[in-house]
């Protein structure tokens, strides 16, 4: 069954300070993995996209890595700012699956000043 | 320009009644798609139409879901006879292309509370 699971479910970090979040996934055949942020009662918003052959991608404070090999993917987020606070999602396409993305459950990020 | 939009932000209704929520996509964008936030829960995916056909309806929770399009353009997601189960937010995306390869541009979701 294509899965996504994230980890940890929610994650509290002081202002400035970095985090990594986890996604392991089962979906196949493979074909792109996505990480998104969703402020509260807003709808997700893409932070990056990677394909098989992309181990890394960055924007701007945000950097997701893939290890298609293991099936896992994280996102570092680095001096995080108190507007980092949201739900960051990691979703997953199969090859020829034209619109039905999994999407993992979301860890939930809550920034302290 | 202007973002995807959905129309009510929140509805409150009766356990029984029809409800019909209503998805504006970007200009231009052929793919529009319906999710399903229960909370704590991930997205669930309900159904897809590229232009105004719907290739996949696999994700319908049930025959009291349906969905069309018009005009490839606006889309309107219809719940009958509504039960407390289907309190969650339904939130509508659309992309330029198949999600697959394209990015997809959400809404903010209409938040529907069955009482």
């Known amino acids: 069954k294509n899965q996504v699971e994230q980890s940890p479910q929610s994650l509290i970090i002081l202002e400035g300070k970095n985090c990594t979040l986890q996604?392991?996934?089962?979906?196949?055949?493979?074909?792109?993995l996505r990480w998104y942020k969703q402020d509260t009662g807003r709808g997700p918003v893409s932070l990056t996209i990677?394909?098989?052959?992309?181990n890394t991608k960055s924007n701007g404070r945000y950097t997701a890595t893939l290890d298609a090999d293991t099936k896992q993917s994280s996102l570092h987020i680095t001096a995080s700012q108190l507007s980092d606070s949201a739900s960051y999602i990691c979703?997953?396409?199969?090859?020829?699956?034209?619109?039905?993305?999994?999407f993992g459950k979301g860890t939930k990020l809550s920034v302290k000043p | 320009g202007a973002g995807v939009s959905q129309s009510p932000s929140n509805k409150v209704t009766e356990k029984g009644k029809d409800v019909e929520l209503r998805c504006d996509p970007i200009?231009?964008?052929?793919?529009l798609y319906w999710y399903r936030q229960s909370l704590g829960q991930g997205l669930e995916f309900l159904i897809y139409?590229?232009?105004?056909?719907?290739?996949?309806k696999s994700g319908l929770p049930s025959d009291r879901f349906s969905a069309e399009r018009t005009g490839g353009s606006v889309s309107t997601l219809t719940i009958q006879r509504t039960q407390q189960e289907d309190s969650a937010v339904y939130l509508c995306?659309?992309?330029?292309?198949?999600?697959?390869?394209?990015?997809?541009?959400f809404g903010p979701g209409t938040r529907l509370t069955v009482t």
């Open positions: 990677m394909t098989f052959s992309e």
């Open positions: 200009s231009g964008h052929t793919a």
């Open positions: 139409f590229q232009g105004n056909s719907a290739p996949d």
């Open positions: 979703v997953v396409s199969a090859r020829g699956s034209q619109g039905n993305l999994i």
């Open positions: 996604c392991n996934y089962t979906v196949s055949p493979f074909s792109n």
């Open positions: 995306a659309s992309s330029s292309g198949l999600a697959e390869y394209y990015e997809q541009y």
